[in-house]
């Protein structure tokens, strides 16, 4: 809660995991485990705080995210995982 609060301005509840997925990265030569949590949204508008890391924030339909995908998203819609809201 308190992350998404600094970094987004938003802030959440009802915070519960949803999956992980096993990302390398090749070219860095590096591998994560990537959790992705699920929230209920609670209060306040995404603006940018941390304007050396993020350049701005959008909103995009599941089903057309914009490309290039991060590697741990890529990994994630390849086990076909939806957001409950489209299953």
Not at 48 to 58: D, G, L, S
């Amino acid at each position: 809660m308190r992350e998404v609060k600094e970094e987004t301005g938003i802030t959440i509840k009802n915070i519960r995991f949803s999956t992980a997925t096993n990302d390398i990265f090749q070219a860095e030569e590096k591998h994560y485990i990537t959790i992705f949590m699920l929230t209920d949204y609670d209060a306040g508008e995404a603006k940018v705080v941390e304007p050396e890391k993020c350049e701005k924030w959008e909103w995009f339909q599941w089903d057309q995210l914009p490309q290039p995908l991060f590697v741990p998203i890529q990994n994630l819609l390849k086990t076909g995982y939806k957001p409950i809201n489209h299953q």
